[in-house]
């Protein structure tokens, strides 16, 4: 079945660990996203890539990398830098032009702090 | 900036009702409109779509209008049911300012239809 997989489920960091959570989809879709949902908010976007070896910041892009070697896989690497990481992690794609096009999501990583 | 803004935060209505949720935005200037359901720990689901062009959209039990120039969608469900329980989520696409070509989404609407 074609979609979109956010692995793991369920992440936990310890102070000043990096942790990278996985997004692959293999809808042949050009661009991907990922947001940042907290309870009681809409999502935030952190990053997007509209093409390989191609990404942008979005709105909340301070202590997250990320990169886009391959068409199928966008991972995200919350960093030490990133003070309140505890948070719902969505990851979308769209078919190139994403202007007239729905973004299809995954089913998110929670990220909590130990 | 683009803002977007649904009311209520919260409804419960029982079986079988007809129910209204609201969505404004602040740039009449946008490409689409998208609408989403989200499960409680799961993504979102794609409900309906409007371009700015449109003036609505109908998926089943679901219509979704848009009033552009006024920065205002509603999402109509008709004969709800308890499975309908659910997040509802309102999304822009932008098409000018500081927001264009992103996607700016409403703090939702948390459904409740109970039997």
């Known amino acids: 079945d074609g979609g979109i997989t956010q692995s793991p489920k369920y992440l936990f960091r310890k102070e000043g660990q990096n942790v990278t959570l996985s997004c692959e989809q293999n809808?042949?879709?050009?661009?991907m996203y990922w947001y940042r949902q907290d309870p009681g908010q809409g999502l935030r976007l952190i990053y997007y890539?509209?093409?390989?070896?191609?990404?942008q910041k979005g709105d909340i892009a301070e202590g997250y990398s990320v990169s886009r070697e391959k068409k199928e896989s966008f991972p995200l690497t919350v960093t030490s830098a990133q003070k309140n990481p505890t948070a719902f992690y969505l990851c979308?794609?769209?078919?190139?032009?994403?202007?007239?096009?729905?973004?299809?999501f995954g089913d998110g990583t929670r990220l909590s702090i130990l | 900036k683009q803002e977007v803004t649904q009311i209520p935060a919260a409804l419960s209505v029982p079986e079988g009702e007809n129910l209204v949720l609201n969505c404004s935005f602040t740039?009449?200037?946008?490409?689409?409109l998208q609408w989403f359901r989200q499960d409680p720990g799961k993504g979102l689901t794609s409900l309906l779509l409007?371009?700015?062009?449109?003036r609505e959209q109908t998926s089943g039990r679901l219509n979704a209008s848009l009033d552009k120039s006024s920065g205002r969608s509603t999402l109509y469900i008709a004969a709800s049911q308890p499975g309908d329980s659910a997040t509802y989520l309102c999304?822009?696409?932008?098409?000018?300012?500081?927001?264009?070509?992103?996607?700016?989404f409403g703090q939702g609407t948390i459904l409740t239809v109970h039997p």
């Open positions: 890539s509209q093409i390989v070896n191609d990404f």
């Open positions: 740039d009449s200037a946008i490409y689409n």
């Open positions: 979308a794609s769209s078919i190139g032009n994403s202007l007239n096009q729905p973004q299809h």
């Open positions: 809808l042949n879709h050009d661009a």
């Open positions: 999304a822009v696409i932008s098409a000018g300012g500081t927001s264009y070509g992103k996607l700016t």
């Open positions: 409007i371009q700015s062009s449109q």
